[in-house]
């Protein structure tokens, strides 16, 4: 059974820093691409940033690229998001994805009817 269970949210003022992590367990992690997605209240989850199995190629959406930053440990089953220079509309919940093919990289490989996902981390931030 596939978890992925995030942790580092919270509540921070304009312009700092937080860094998400998320453990993932019940497969093999360094064979699946690993992603951030994020939800406000009345829109749909919208893509953040992918990263592929290995850590070779990353994927950004538009409004964080140069801020946000995904990277991996597959040693520790793990990934995470850097975000810098945080913005009040970044307030949402964050969800950690997993695609169900293996060794597909980019956002094309999540489909959100059949992704794994984590219960998902507030992040606020005050202006």
């Known amino acids: 059974q596939v978890q992925l269970v995030e942790s580092g949210g919270g509540l921070v003022q304009a312009g700092g820093s937080l860094r998400l992590s998320c453990a993932a367990s019940?497969?093999?992690?360094?064979?699946?691409?690993m992603g951030w997605f994020r939800q406000t209240p009345g829109k749909e989850r919208e893509f953040v940033a992918t990263i592929s199995w290995s850590g070779g190629s990353t994927s950004y959406a538009d409004f964080v690229k140069g801020r946000f930053t995904i990277s991996r440990d597959n040693a520790k089953n793990t990934v995470y998001l850097q975000m810098n220079s945080l913005k009040p509309e970044d307030t949402a919940v964050y969800y950690c994805a997993s695609p169900q093919r293996p060794y597909c990289s980019g956002y094309g490989c999540y489909d959100p009817t059949r992704n794994y996902w984590g219960q998902g981390t507030q992040v606020t931030v005050s202006s």
């Open positions: 019940g497969r093999t992690f360094s064979s699946y691409s």
